[in-house]
């Protein structure tokens, strides 16, 4: 079946601009993750949706992140002023409980902010 | 606070060489343990998840270990090709939780024809 889809694959923004990033997760998983790779380091949590439960905020780094995941399925990740330093790709994932919380990851979108 | 570590950071070998690669945990209350590749520019597959009351896990020619007491995991690699060459990531979910993934910073891998 389909995985976990995320768009855009690219997105290049201009400092002080906000940017959304949408992810799509496999049908039918309850839970889905955002996480940051920034360049030299490593994963980094930032959000958790879990069924209807209110979301882990705690990996946010600042209060221009938040996210949002609408009737249980697609989420958008949401950046506002954006920074240099909020470069880096961002992944999405989804579990179920079913699969042991096993995540499957999607592509991934790249921000550059000049 | 749960770290995870990963050694070694790169790793050369030639094709044909079976190879083990590292990770270790600081808390051993964990729900369960992934291994990821991640191949340059992309997004990560997902290789094998160990649950926590696991000691192991098979596919192909991977086979990853568990030693909860002692905070260790191994990926075992059999009969290395250059198809294999990519980074490999080691996650843990922290016990009690079915939340985020903690991940160690991942060992290069590197195979030579």
């Known amino acids: 079946g389909a995985g976990v889809s995320q768009s855009p694959s690219n997105k290049v923004t201009e400092k002080g601009k906000d940017v959304e990033l949408r992810c799509d997760p496999i049908?039918?998983?309850?839970?889905l993750y955002w996480y940051r790779q920034s360049l030299g380091q490593g994963l980094e949590f930032l959000i958790y949706?879990?069924?209807?439960?209110?979301?882990?905020k705690s990996g946010l780094p600042s209060d221009r992140f938040s996210a949002e995941r609408t009737g249980g399925s697609v989420s958008t990740l949401t950046i506002q002023r954006t920074q240099q330093e909020d470069s880096a790709v961002y992944l999405c994932?989804?579990?179920?409980?079913?699969?042991?919380?096993?995540?499957?990851f999607g592509p991934g979108t790249r921000l550059t902010v000049t | 606070k749960q770290e995870v570590t990963q050694i070694p950071a790169a790793l050369s070998v030639p094709e044909g060489e079976n190879l083990v690669l590292n990770c270790s945990f600081t808390?051993?209350?964990?729900?369960?343990l992934q291994w990821f590749r991640q191949d340059p520019g992309k997004g990560l597959t997902s290789l094998l998840l160990?649950?926590?009351?696991?000691r192991e896990q098979t596919s192909g020619r991977l086979n990853a270990s568990l030693d909860k007491s002692s905070g260790r995991s191994t990926l075992y690699i059999a009969a290395s090709q250059p198809g294999d060459s990519a980074t490999y990531l080691c996650?843990?979910?922290?016990?009690?939780?079915?939340?985020?993934?903690?991940f160690g910073k991942g060992t290069k891998l590197s195979v030579k024809p």
């Open positions: 996650a843990v979910i922290p016990g009690g939780s079915q939340g985020n993934l903690i």
């Open positions: 808390d051993s209350a964990i729900y369960n």
């Open positions: 949706f879990q069924g209807n439960s209110a979301p882990d």
């Open positions: 994932a989804s579990s179920s409980q079913r699969g042991g919380y096993e995540q499957y």
């Open positions: 049908s039918g998983h309850t839970a």
């Open positions: 160990i649950q926590s009351s696991q």
